[in-house]
Nanobody
């Protein structure tokens, strides 16, 4: 099994930035990792994902339309960690941010943005964007 620990969340003013980290308990080399967020009383939705890198340290990525140009996902396979840099933050970015692994990612042409495809989830880190 795979376990995740998310960190880096907190209170930030509009227009600010945070760097979220997702530390995995084992290698993330061969799985896709997604970042998701959930606001109170709303469905969990993907914000970004990164595909397996084939052993060279990087793979194709996807972003939700709402965060394109503002969020950046990256992977450090040597540290078993995926990062999400979130910038130009707005109050609507507030929520609990989760990372997750898709064990079937090698069957897909690109990483999935559907939460149902993900198998292992962290406990989340809270992000609050407020003046």
């Amino acid at each position: 099994q795979m376990q995740f620990v998310e960190s880096g969340g907190g209170l930030v003013q509009p227009g600010g930035s945070l760097r979220l980290a997702c530390a995995a308990s084992r290698s993330i080399r061969m799985v896709a990792v997604g970042w998701f967020r959930q606001a109170p009383a709303k469905e969990r939705a993907a914000v970004s994902c990164i595909s397996p890198d084939g052993g060279i340290g990087g793979g194709p990525t996807n972003y939700a339309d709402a965060v394109k140009g503002r969020f950046t996902i990256s992977r450090d396979v040597d540290k078993n960690t995926v990062y999400l840099e979130i910038s130009s933050l707005r109050p609507e970015d507030t929520g609990v941010y989760y990372c997750a692994a898709d064990l079937a990612s090698n069957l897909r042409s690109s990483c999935s943005m559907d939460p149902i495809d993900y198998d292992y989830w962290g406990q989340g880190t809270h992000v609050t964007v407020s003046s």
